[in-house]
């Protein structure tokens, strides 16, 4: 084996290294891998030799420490020094061993942690021992075999070769690399599948080729070469990762493939990042300045010291000194020299302090955020992290906030609401109100006892309110996880299984959909009785059947029991590993069976399962089918599973502990409701999927392939064999925009036709009530097409390049002309306190932006549900299809103008999105949705949503701030300059891109601002502060220079000159810094308004530097020429006269920033004290201690003298009372005249606590105001959130009409495209009788094509050509009478019960004319009381109260016979729906389609829909609106369908 | 948000302390709670601060005028720069030992004690260069830098080939005028006798410079020469009394505290002996003046002066008039702010 080994290293040295190769070591000579990194770690920066010039190289890459030094370096020139030498470098060094003490204490603990990993032990295999011994991580090599133990860390990546479990299984726990609680199942590598025996290190002979290292957690491809020259294809799915937990699986063996560094675990692992903050570029702009001022100052100096020396001519004064040659100095280079001198005398003015300073500031704004209780929540026992160190303050300037919807905004906890199969719709009433309940009890904590035992939810039967049980037994499962008190323990109880709250695992299954579900069953239960093919089911009740074999096989939850949380259930009967090559597949298809399910209507049933020799479930792979059944029957007896009833029959106690573990919480949300109509998913294996059905017990359906999630697909599918028909069938599950489109066309057949259109309208209907939604459809492939099939999904699988590709278009062979079975709605609940959270954000001024790749209407809903869109807003929609069409031909009409219409909110998707992001509409896009108060981005890549945020960012020059909790957000929480991620459920990795990470979205108010505010109002003012400070201190010297010849000296001591910025000024302003509080916590949050002081900058803006620069000049004067007269012609010496100057600079300084200072706690007193017994002292012992050192100076004894000497207390005294009387004078009249809002808070902070809380009442009354954010007594100074200007403005659009609405340019250029269909015609529903929609024939909707109606599906939306609102009168949107939509024609309604909750599709709303409504009698709409929607206010959505629901009369759902649709004529449902595919044609030949203006009959009462199930949202609230006749204010929704 | 917060605290302080590991602290620190005393400028405080604040300045104002008025001064040229000047004759450099006399009248009593200073006009001791000049090790009699001055007194460190003791420009460009000043009592002049000892800091004479311990002092100079524009080596600067002869000498001190301004004084003698410790009876006075010091060729100017002392020094009248004028603002910025609040009404009263 060596030798084979020795030869092939050989060849493969030959070959370009493009992969790796990794060989077994054997021990004996070198080892082949030695050239890869070991596993030793080394995440520290320095070593003890590299320390210093490392960190110095550093440091040095900040241009300010640069500058430093080499000023001064400059003072060791002797004809230009200043200072002694030495002397002057004690700043600079002072500045970079901080900062190399803090970078080595860091480094020093990276050191200590990574020792302390790299000593960590695992089992390695010596083959000097023959076995495995204890080594520690470090010592592991690349090539090394390793055993691992249950729940041992990962060493080192390592390819999995051998493992204990009978499948051959590890689990890992990757929570440490992505945050992903659920477990992941990784394969030994194929050919080592079948070793009976252990695993023998030592017959290890293959070579192994892969990638190179890459920090793609989620690819690694390569094969191993054996001996025997076959080749074996390795997956991610054989790769052990470092850092992860070995769960479940008690031994296994691999061998290491990257080490230490090269590990995806390590290479993952990015640093925190150097963001630079918008306030410290605006300082840079001033420290640039700072540097101009230094240079006129040297400048002007130089040139006078040359004048002056000019002056003298040749006659040399005897004070003057020759250079040390003895030659005279000309005055041209005395001049040059001299400007030179005074760069370092003056060098003060560029603070050196300052970047040091703002550094420790920030770093006590983070320590203090962090420490903020209210950003700490309990539940998942997680503060706020501060990610990034200095960009605090941007949090407070923040402009535009770009947010994720799914786990941001809503809690991404997946609850089943509804679903429909086959074209019927179930409501899951009851399930509404039992989610219902969780919100309720969750508001009404307190009064809950403490929770008791657990009770079991059981259906609906207990109609009598269980809210009453609830209280009584309060049972913790009926908690929400929200709540706090069982927060704790739910998360205990949870920890173990993610999305698994209570609130989403019980699901109320809905009665008729539960009772069709035992006919079924039973149905199919006696068919196989009595032999009779399974596929003679009537048909909706097969789609049942199979809808919930797709939900409970289509995904990849892992089964787990609740004991073991990590114990795996296993079901298996028989071990058999997918298909994985042809020969297999020929082996397993045997030719019978080949031909046998050949078509999809497939005869093939029970009965021909006979001819399987091996079938895929061990339950039917028995002989025949009779034995087969008789099985079954035993085993369902053996359990005892009693037929199941809707009405609460506990279910097997077995499927009830399961618990289950999915990657999403959709995929968890949908088992556990297949769950709830007792198709329980209990066991999931590589190759096999075991159910439990009612009737049937449990089934195993053979897995022979699943088609993973992709966000391009956006599906998945499974391909298995039904157990019960043996076909091979594939279920697939995805968004229903693709799936739609995926559907078999429709002719093949009048019912599967329907089926599509009334889903459809279903969907579009769960859609607009913010559900998500997803399709299932199935697809029976015949053998032969599966073998055809199979064999290039094969290839694919096995290429090396470009397998991806390959595996993708695979499926995409795989997934087509699928039949659809239903549609799931599934609700993502609103996050705690997200509406408050955005309305306060709005008040302060932000911008919200909601990117999400959610479908449109969901999206709109959950926007209305949070507040982010207003139902007063007009909503501008922006669908295109191409991107002309979004490019509105009048490229010259002034369109920005027509845009700063009141109020609008835009909502786009992918598709326009990445149209309107073409370089050559952005600015358009932009123009549009700046002027718009909200904007919804639906549909977005995360590549869009991080263009948008760059968009933004660059071309509006706002500040933004990203928030997301997703993978998928992680780009756009990079681009944006503060990035938020949310720790929620979606794993890490947002997090680990963010510069905060919150545990809630809602903290999100509290973080910006007060956080946010304080840190951007302290930073601000203490680099302004620091500014000042140093103006004024360097300008001493500077008015000094007149009167010593310009010649550079300084009256001020050397030691006071270098060390006043960094002792005896220091300390105050940074206490300042980080405690001062302009406004209390409570007033700023009250007052959302105050934000804005910081997204405008006012703290600190350009105006502000220079004021400051003249402030300090204005106090340098007074304090130079005080002293100056004060000591004229008298016989002071240079520095008895220069240390008053100085301590009367730091008084005044002292002083100034006492007026600055806002809140005075004992830090503050205590550190002002500090500074000024600080400076004496020092200044006692500095003139004390040595007479004769500290030339030129010699200050001997000045200051004891000093303070013998009256005159020194009484210019302390006059001088910073002089110096400071103009700035506190314009502050005391700033803040009474004219008084910031800021000031105006601040006020409010001192009144007492009652009258304080009026006043805010007051003003968070007119605060919500859309013409007035400010209250009243506010508004003085406060700009609107878009400046005065602005404010104005939209006072006077306030009444803008629709037609002005109608002129926007791009629905006037809309109006040139094709006939659209939409301008219907007033009279052109009128033939439509009353009755109309029930006797219609089917084929009165055939020809209308698909897509027509505004139910604007997803896709749908794009091909309506703009401009379709516009030439509808105006009379018919908007001064439509309230009621107008509801009132639809008795007979409209009748041949419906009333409840039934099928969707009115919305469009059907508004574009039918007056005209069209007014035969119906208005009151007519009883089923859909007005009252229905007017009480659901936007915020309401989200935690819809109960009494929503409940108004409802119990029986209306429920008594609703099942067979409820079929009477229904067909034609009934059809208008409504439309195929996607249907859809793509629709814009062409929309015209036809104007009569068919379907309303379905009133589906009205369906209360808790009171949107129309098109789903077109914005129309919807138009409608809703319109209700309120209160508000007549111009409120068309504005179709702008480019 | 924040009552939320509340109660969900207590309820799990009580039992989950333990497992709410990363519970913040619940300090008014931590959570920005310190109690602070938020200073409002609001015209309840303003305005009776700046009376209270005016009031006193003007009280102190008017208290160092006063002061500063009883001090008497008395100021003369003797640059010569004028031709009818007395020192006239002396200004022209090529005059060697010039002596030129000063007569003066005192028409009252110069209460004493009385101060002699001297006073030099655009006269640069600030200049940057000039003030490195000097090596205060030698100064404080190392006899090192006997040997090898610092390379600050360049390039008055060496004549080229021995070292300068004391080196430097300051020291060479030391005042040496001398001045003797006589009353005329009874036609002829009295010698008023003027008290060179302590006009130095007394930190300087007994701290800062010292002879090097050698006796007699003149050894220590061996091999040393004396600045270039002294007459006299530095161990000869005061040969009657060996306490100020060298670096020690109270001139020579005074004249080595460089002065802060182009114009400045420096105290010459005291006048504070025998009939004059009360001061210079009124008569007529001459003065004296031994005319060394060449200050004409940058445009410099030299003068004596006379003045008493109070408690804050010399006479400036400045002090007092700035306190008078800082006070006077502050009532009438007050007496404005009281206008403007009355007008508008601040907002607190709403």
Known sequence: MRITERRQRGRSKKKPKETRTVRVHTGHEHNPNRHYANNRIKTTKYTVLSFLPKNLFEQFHRFANVYFVFIALLNFVPVVNAFQPELALAPVVFILSVTAIKDLWEDYRRHRSDTEINHMDCLVYSRAERRYVERFWKEVQVGDFIRLRCNEILPADVLLLSSSDPDRLCHLET???????????????????????????????????????????????????????????????????????????????????????????????????????????????????????????????????????????????VFDVLSPEG???????????????????????????????????????????????????????????????????????????????????????????????????????????????????????????????????????????????????????????????????????????AFSSPMEKDVTPDPQLLDKVNECGGQMDFMRFHGQPVSQLPSDLADIMDFFMALTVCNTVVVSSPNQPRQKVRMRLESKSPVKTIEDFIKRFTPSRLTSGSSSSSSSSLATSRSSNRGCSGLLSSPSAESTLAKLQEEQAALGSA????????????????????????????????????????????????????????????????????????????????????????????????????IKPPDTGRRQKKLVLRTQNYLNLYAADGLRTLCIAKKVLSKEQYACWLQRHLEAETAIQGREELLFDSALRLETNLQLLGATGIEDRLQDGVPETIASLRQAGLQIWVLTGDKQETAVNVAYACKLLDPEEEILTLNADSHVSVYPPSSSSPHSAAFTVHRLGLVIDGRTLAYALDQSLEDRFLAVARSCRS???????????????????????????????????????????????????????????????????????????????????????????????????????????????????????????????????????????????????????????????????????????????????????VCFFIPYFAYADSDVDVFTWGTPITTLALLTILVHLGIETRTWTWMNCLSISFSVSLFFTVSLCYNASCPSCFSPSNPYWSMQRLLQDPLFYLLCVLTPVAALLPR???????????????????????????????????????????????????????????????????????????????????????????????????????????????????????????????????????PRPPGDDEPRPPGDDEPRPPGDDEPRPPGDDEPRPPGDDEPRPPGDDEPRPPGDDEPWPPGDDEPRPPGDDEPRPPGDDEPRPPGDDEPRPPGDDEPRPPGDDEPRPPGDDERPHETSEALKTSAMSASSRAASSPRPPSQAASVQLPLPPDGDAQRVRYCRNSDHAVRPAARTQTDAVL | MGKEGGCG??????????????????????????????????????????????????????????????????????????????????SNPEEKNCVCQLDFNISSRFEGPVFFYYGLSNYFQNYRRYGVSKDDAQLSGDLDNFKSPSDTCS???????????????????????????????????????????????WTDYNVKYRNPNVTPLKEAFEGTVKPLFWPRPAYELDTSDPNNNGFINQDFLVWMRRAALPDFRKLYRRIAQGDYARGLPAGNYSLKIAYNYPVLSFQGRKKVVFSNVSWMGGRNDFLGIA??????????????MLIVYAKFKFPEED
């Open chain 2, 323 to 336: 306190y008078l004028v800082i006070g006077s603002m502050c009532v009438f910025m007050s007496i404005v």
């Open chain 1, 327 to 497: 030659a005279e100095l000309s005055p041209v280079v005395a001049a040059v020299y001299l400007f030179l001198t005074l760069i370092i005398v003056f060098q003060v003015l560029i603070p050196i302090s300052l970047f040091v300073s703002i550094e420790i500031v920030k770093v006590c704004q983070v320590f203090f955020i962090h420490q903020d209780q209210d950003l700490y929540d309990e539940d998942s026992d997680s503060r706020l992290q501060c990610r990034a160190l200095n960009i605090t303050e941007d949090l407070g300037q923040t402009q535009y906030v770009f947010s994720d919807k799914t786990g941001t905004l809503t809690e991404n906890k997946m609850v089943f609401r509804r679903c429909t199969v086959a074209g019927v719709e179930y409501s899951h009433d009851a399930n509404a109100r039992r989610l219902a309940l969780y919100q309720e009890v969750d508001s009404e904590e307190e009064e809950v006892p403490p929770p008791g035992g657990s009770l079991r939810r059981d259906s609906s039967s207990s109609q009598q309110s269980s809210r009453v049980v609830l209280r009584s037994l309060s049972t913790k499962t009926h908690r929400r996880t929200g709540s706090r008190a069982d927060a704790k323990r739910a998360s205990i109880l949870s920890k173990h299984t």
């Open chain 1, 1224 to 1358: 506190y004078f314009y502050r005391a009249c700033q803040g009474t005249l004219f008084p910031s809002p800021v000031q105006v808070g601040r006020q409010l902070d001192k009144l007492p606590s009652e009258t304080r809380r009026n006043i805010l009442n007051l003003g968070g009354v007119e605060a919500g105001s859309a013409v007035r954010p400010v209250p009243h007594f506010l508004s003085l100074g406060t700009p609107s959130p878009e400046g005065p200007d602005e404010n104005h403005q939209r006072a006077g659009l306030h009444a803008v009409d629709a037609t002005e609405k109608d002129t926007l340019p791009y629905t006037k250029d809309a109006a040139k495209l094709p006939p659209e269909p939409r301008p219907r015609p007033p009279g052109d529903a009128e033939p439509r009788p009353p009755g109309d929609d029930e006797p219609r024939p089917p084929g009165d909707d055939e020809p209308r094509p698909p897509g027509d109606d505004e139910p604007r599906p997803p896709g749908d939306d794009e």
């Open chain 2, 9 to 90: 605290q207590n309820k799990t302080m009580v039992k989950q302390e333990q497992e709410l590991a990363n519970r913040p602290d619940n300090t008014a620190f931590t959570q920005q709670r310190l109690p602070a005393w938020q200073p409002m400028l609001s015209a309840g405080i303003v305005i009776p601060g700046f009376v209270i604040i005016g009031l006193a300045f003007i009280g102190i104002g008017v208290a160092l005028f006063i002061t500063s008025k009883n001090i008497q001064v008395m100021e003369m040229d003797y640059t010569g720069f004028e031709p009818d000047s007395d020192c006239f004759k002396c």
């Open chain 2, 155 to 201: 390039p008055y460190d060496t004549d080229g080939i021995k070292p300068i003791v004391p080196c430097g420009s300051i020291a060479n460009s030391m005042f040496n005028d001398t001045f003797l000043l006589y009353r005329e009592v009874n036609g002829t002049n009295e010698l008023v006798p003027l008290d060179g000892k302590g006009i130095a800091w």
């Open chain 1, 175 to 317: 929570a440490t690399l992505d945050g992903e609680t659920n477990l992941k199942q990784r394969q030994v590598v194929r050919s080592f599948f079948d070793l009976d025996c252990e695993f023998d290190p030592l017959k290890f002979n293959g070579i192994i080729e892969c990638e190179k290292p890459n920090n793609d957690l989620n690819r690694f491809r390569g094969y191993i070469l054996h001996r025997s020259g076959s080749r074996d294809a390795l997956y991610k799915d054989n790769l052990l990762l470092r850092g992860c937990t070995v769960r479940n699986t008690e031994e296994a063996v691999g061998i290491v493939i990257y080490a230490g560094h090269e590990t995806k675990a390590m290479l993952n692992n990015n640093g925190p990042r150097y963001k630079r903050s918008k306030l410290e570029r605006q300082m840079n702009v001033h420290v640039f300045w700072c540097v101009v001022i230094l240079l006129l100052m040297c400048l002007f100096a130089a040139i006078g010291h040359g004048l002056w020396v000019f002056q003298y001519g040749d006659k040399r004064p």
């Open chain 1, 643 to 742: 037929p199941p009833r809707y009405d609460g029959t506990p279910r097997s106690p077995e499927d009830g502990e399961l618990r289950y573990e999915a990657e999403s919480p959709d995929e968890a949300a949908l088992v556990y409701a297949a769950r709830a109509y007792k198709c329980s998913l209990v066991g999931r294996l590589p190759d096999q999927v075991t159910v439990e059905l009612p009737h049937l017990g449990k089934l195993s359906f053979e897995l022979l392939h699943t088609l993973g999630f992709d966000s391009t697909r956006k599906r998945m599918s499974v391909v298995v064999r039904h157990p019960l028909t043996d076909q091979i069938t594939v279920y697939t599950k995805g968004a229903d925009s693709v799936i739609m489109d995926l």
């Open chain 1, 935 to 1117: 904007v919804l981005c639906c549909r977005s890549t995360p590549l869009q949503k991080s263009t948008v945020v760059k968009l933004v960012r660059n071309k509006l020059k706002v500040m933004t701030l990203a928030i997301g909790d997703g993978a998928n957000d992680v780009s756009m929480i990079q681009v944006a300059d503060v990035g938020v991620g949310i720790s929620g459920q979606e794993g890490m990795q947002a997090v680990m891109a963010s510069d905060f990470a919150l545990p809630r979205f809602r903290y999100l108010q509290k973080l910006l601002l007060v956080h946010g505010h304080w840190s951007y109002s302290r930073l601000a003012n203490m680099i302004l502060f620091f500014f000042y400070k140093n103006a004024m201190f360097v300008a001493l010297v500077f008015w000094y220079q007149f009167y010593c010849g310009f010649s550079g000296s300084a009256m001020i001591d050397q030691w006071y000159l270098i060390f006043f910025n960094l002792m005896f000024s220091a300390f105050p302003q940074l206490v300042t810094g980080t405690l001062d509080k302009d406004v209390s916590a409570e007033t700023l949050q009250q007052l959302p308004q105050l934000y804005m002081s910081g997204q405008n900058s006012e703290e600190y803006k350009p105006y502000m530097f220079w004021m400051n620069m003249i402030d300090a000049f204005y106090q340098s004067l």
